[in-house]
């Protein structure tokens, strides 16, 4: 057994690693941690780069993928790479669900039968509160998106990101997922963090490795100690979670993050539900 599937059998190392897909997005909302909007740099990490990856995670004993952005949609040979990526090792991409067009969502079909899921992102209950922060018509657009994804099989995770929700809030926001068809098991909130244009605003809690499970996280510009580490602030990427700068083949990075959470300091546990 590798070194790496020993340390994720033992829950040392998180089994999953992520892949930033790109970083250029259509919207650009408020407090995102990557600067991403329609203009920013793309930082595109290749079709091909992400499926050898994916088999050499598979090979050092890594057990689960995750694929992010910017929008990973705007990337043309998507839905048909997230459906090689998951023949590989179960999946988990995040969107912002506002470009599933019907033509895109027919081809997530072949989704349904794999171990994928599509992780869409919706902050609040009500239209106007939500799209303050994401932007006009997202509310509609992600609410009508959802059970499209749903009734074509397709597995669908919310992800809510909020300074602060109360319990009635709450409450109107599960209503709503559980209507359109996402159970409570598969709806995460979490804090925003204090990154990239979250900063800008005044939002979020500061978050440092701590805070965050190590899961690696592969970009352009090279491998990171957790999704949260590639972030971008003033058209700069940060580079305090930077790991080291190679990410092929997999195994340097992950030796790399291997010895890192090995040498963790006792009591560095995890305070904040960051996921
Ligand atoms: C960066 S986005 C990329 C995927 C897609 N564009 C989306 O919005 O879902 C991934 C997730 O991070 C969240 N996010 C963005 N900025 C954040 C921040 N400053 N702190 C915590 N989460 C953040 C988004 O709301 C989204 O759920
Ligand atoms: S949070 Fe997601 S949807 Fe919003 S600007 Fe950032 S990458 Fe785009």
Redesign the pocket.
């Given at each position: 057994m590798s070194s790496v599937a020993e340390a994720v059998r033992d829950g040392v190392l998180p089994g999953r690693v992520w892949f930033y897909a790109n970083y250029h997005?259509n919207l650009a909302?408020t407090?995102?941690?990557?600067e991403?909007d329609p203009r920013a740099e793309r930082r595109e990490l290749g079709e091909q780069r992400m499926l050898t990856l994916a088999r050499q995670a598979a090979e050092l004993g890594f057990t689960a993928l995750g694929v992010?952005?910017?929008?990973?949609f705007l990337l043309p040979y998507l839905p048909e790479l997230l459906a090689k990526l998951a023949a590989i090792l179960p999946l988990v991409c995040?969107?912002?669900g506002t470009v599933l067009t019907e033509r895109r969502l027919e081809r997530l079909r072949p989704l349904a039968g794999l171990p994928a899921q599509i992780q869409?992102?919706l902050d609040r209950p009500e239209p106007q509160a939500n799209d303050a922060m994401r932007g006009p018509e997202n509310f509609r657009k992600v609410v009508d998106a959802i059970p499209r994804l749903v009734e074509r099989g397709v597995r669908v995770r919310i992800?809510t990101?909020v300074d602060a929700i109360d319990d009635e809030e709450r409450e109107r926001l599960c209503r709503l997922h559980r209507r359109l068809g996402v159970p409570d098991a598969d709806h995460v909130i979490?804090?925003?963090?204090r990154?990239?244009r979250?900063v800008d605003h005044d939002l979020?809690v500061e978050a440092g490795p701590a805070d965050l499970p190590a899961e690696l996280t592969i970009t352009t510009d090279g491998a990171f100690w957790s999704p949260?580490g590639p972030t971008v602030h003033g058209g700069r990427l940060d580079t305090d979670l930077l790991i080291t700068r190679t990410t092929m083949p997999l195994r340097v990075p992950a030796a790399a993050l291997l010895r890192l959470v090995q040498g963790r300091p006792p009591g560095t546990d995890a305070q904040l539900n960051i996921q």
């Open positions: 997005c909302c407090y995102c941690l990557t991403s992010t952005g910017g929008e990973p995040l969107s912002n869409v992102s992800a990101t979490r804090p925003i963090v990154r990239g979250a979020g949260f």
